[in-house]
């Protein structure tokens, strides 16, 4: 006891001084990375265009560079192996397309459903589904000759050019043979404005190598979810605000149109660009109602939709339908007067 009446502390008993606290603090950080190198990379990967994608992907590029060399990575594999989730790291730039490009003619005659055979319907792509699927849903849900195959199946941060995040020429065909659509609405591009992985000369966007790449990989998805022979709804990138964004969009919207127009009769490509312009065809963060009434038609960032964009493309959904298929009750829409 000391003079207070309290124990005497244990002199071999030392608090550890704040330097080693934040000494061993950064070492155990320092090897948490390390060990989950591989899932940093492929994380920071994921992040859209930007210089923060481009630091970070170097960043991370190193060490999982490094946790490879010594095998540090080896017991996170073994974990992933143990729950059956062994491609969760994995990076994959090449990617081979297994569908076959349609004979021409590719079709002649127009399906015609019916309450009695109604048509499957399946949404699906990146984020910019996320609001006009369930849209579309609600205006065709009282609609007897049409069942949709599942909820809207959005995919945020995927696209075509980096399969290593997201490979859709994977995951496509299982959908597409486990849901049985006669109709699929779809949507890419959005987070396509990267170079390519692993394909010579196809780094940087634009080049002529990337251009033919991505040409290849539009082909490719197309020809992936007709190859059961359902019809597609391509659906074309809208307007964005950024300038800089539009150039590229429209870069990769002439491909989709042009590859969709190889397929006449079994993919239908809608121009969103125009649709959801102003009538001098620029961006616009309002768009008018089917009363003529002004409405705030995109979200803050300027790419994604409010209620009224999701409506614009929802209305240009059903008229690409009405191209492909005959479904009674599914008439024309009403247009919406002109942006001002």
Known sequence: MDEHGLPEQDPRRRTMPAGHVLLAVFIGLVVASLLNAQGMHKQALSQGPGVGREIAGTLTAGLAGVSGIFQLDEPRILLKAALGRS????????????????????????PVFSATHPMRLYLT??????????????????????????????????????????????????QIKALKPDVTVATFGANDGLGFTGV???????????LAEYRRRVSGVMDEMTAGGGRVVFLGLPIPRDPGLARRWQQMNEIQQSEAAKRAGLVVWVDLFKKLADKNGHYSDYLPDSSG?????????????????????ADAIIEAINQLV???????????????
């Open 87 to 110: 491609g969760d790291d994995k990076l994959v730039g090449k990617l081979a397309i297994s569908a076959s490009k349609p004979k021409v003619p590719v079709a002649t005659t127009k």
């Open 125 to 174: 792509g990146d984020s910019l589904i996320t609001d006009p699927g369930p849209t579309l849903l609600d205006k065709i849900s009282s609609n007897p000759a049409i069942k949709p195959v599942s909820t809207t199946d959005a995919h945020a941060a995927t696209g075509l050019v980096q399969p290593e995040i997201f490979n859709w020429f994977d995951y496509l065909p299982k």
């Open 293 to 313: 009434q002004q409405q705030l038609a995109r979200s803050s960032d300027g790419i994604h939709y409010e209620p009224q964009g999701a409506t614009v493309v």
């Open 200 to 210: 010579a000369g196809a780094e940087e966007f634009g080049s002529a190598a990337w």
């Open 326 to 340: 005959t479904v009674p009750g599914l008439g024309p829409v009403t247009p919406t007067p002109a942006a001002g």
